[in-house]
C-alpha cells in the first residue's frame, strides 16, 4: 500500500468545515484513498472512500486532486462528537486485507 | 442495527495466565479480522478469517497466541502463558463481500 502524510494535530471550531489534508504522491493506479477515523476508547470507524472522482456521503465529503496525489476530508459542520484521531490510507479497493494505520491527524473540536 | 461485539471490554490478568477474548461479527459478514493496538500507535494486524477458507496467521506474534472462528459466526483470540507485553487494546472486525471492515471497540487487555 501507498505511504500516506497527514499533519499529526488540527483545531476547528465547533460548526465550522473541518478540512483534513492527506498527501499520498505514490498512489498506484488501482489504489483507492480511504478514510476512517478513531475516537477514543472506541473501535476504527469508516468513513468514506473514493478512487478518483469527488466522493459525498452522510458522514464527510472526500475530494481527490486530478493528479490523485493529495485529497481532503471534509466534515461540513463539526461538532464536539467529531473529535477523534482520523486516518488516511490507500489500498487496492477491498484487496490486501490487512489493514493498517499510520499516526493520523487528531482532530479537535473547539467549543 | 447491531455491530460488531466485543467481549470482555476490559481484561485484567497475572503474567503467565491465559486469557480468552471473544468477538461476535455482524450477522451475514463472511470476514473477520483481529488487530492489536498498543497504547498511542496505530494497528497490528494478528490473523483474518474468510469463510471456510485457511486463516492468514502471519500477524501472530508468537505460538502463545491462536485464534479460532466457528463459520462464520463467534471467533474466539487466546493468548497463554501472557506476558506483560501482551497488555493492548486487542480489536475486531468483520466485512461483508467487498464492504468496508466494521470494528468493535475492542478488548483492553492489562497484564500485571
Known amino acids: 500500500d501507498a505511504k500516506t502524510t497527514q499533519p499529526p494535530s488540527m483545531d476547528c471550531a465547533e460548526g465550522r468545515a473541518a478540512n483534513l489534508p492527506c498527501n499520498h504522491s505514490t498512489i498506484s493506479g488501482n489504489e483507492y484513498v480511504y478514510w476512517y477515523r478513531q475516537i477514543h476508547s472506541q473501535g476504527p470507524q469508516y468513513i468514506i472512500h473514493g478512487l478518483k472522482n469527488n466522493e459525498t456521503n452522510e458522514m464527510a465529503s472526500l475530494i481527490i486532486t486530478e493528479d490523485r496525489k493529495s485529497s481532503t476530508l471534509i466534515l461540513p459542520h463539526a461538532t464536539l462528537r467529531d473529535t477523534a484521531v482520523y486516518y488516511c490510507?490507500?489500498?487496492?479497493?477491498?484487496?490486501?486485507?490487512?489493514?493498517?494505520f499510520g499516526t493520523g491527524t487528531r482532530l479537535t473540536i473547539i467549543p | 442495527g447491531a455491530g460488531v461485539s466485543q467481549s470482555p471490554s476490559n481484561k485484567v490478568t497475572e503474567k503467565g495466565k491465559d486469557v480468552e477474548l471473544r468477538c461476535d461479527p455482524i450477522s451475514g459478514h463472511t470476514a473477520l479480522y483481529w488487530y492489536r493496538q498498543r497504547l498511542g500507535q496505530g494497528l497490528e494486524f494478528l490473523i483474518y478469517?474468510?469463510?471456510?477458507?485457511?486463516?492468514?496467521k502471519s500477524g501472530l506474534p508468537s505460538d502463545r497466541f491462536s485464534a479460532e472462528r466457528t463459520g462464520e459466526s463467534v471467533s474466539t483470540l487466546t493468548i497463554q502463558r501472557t506476558q506483560q507485553e501482551d497488555s493492548a487494546v486487542y480489536l475486531c472486525?468483520?466485512?461483508?463481500?467487498?464492504?468496508?471492515?466494521?470494528f468493535g471497540d475492542g478488548t483492553r487487555l492489562s497484564i500485571l
Open positions: 472486525a468483520s466485512r461483508a463481500q467487498n464492504q468496508p471492515q466494521h
Open positions: 490510507i490507500v489500498r487496492v479497493n477491498f484487496g490486501n486485507e490487512k489493514l493498517t
Open positions: 478469517f474468510q469463510g471456510n477458507s485457511a486463516p492468514d
